[in-house]
């Protein structure tokens, strides 16, 4: 039984992964050593908003939320925190 379906990603949702994926990619270039705090942050949304500079609507990208049917679904949308860079 196929129950994971790929649903057209709204612009909230994509708001709410973008929001994620700049805090964990600075996170990783920090632990990497390549990006200091001071800049991570900064560094790491200019990365990814070149990925899809539109959002939802840059053009030949198709932004996609995978949702598997057998597992229920959250309540409400959340966000996990930051990742902290003190290890």
Known sequence: MNDVKLIDMDEERSHENREHLVREYAYEKIRAGTWSEDEAEANSAQDVDA????????????????????????SATTTPPAPSTKR
């Open 51 to 74: 990925l899809v500079p539109q959002g939802t609507a840059t053009q030949d990208h198709y932004l996609y939320s995978v949702r598997d049917e057998s597992v229920p679904a959250p």
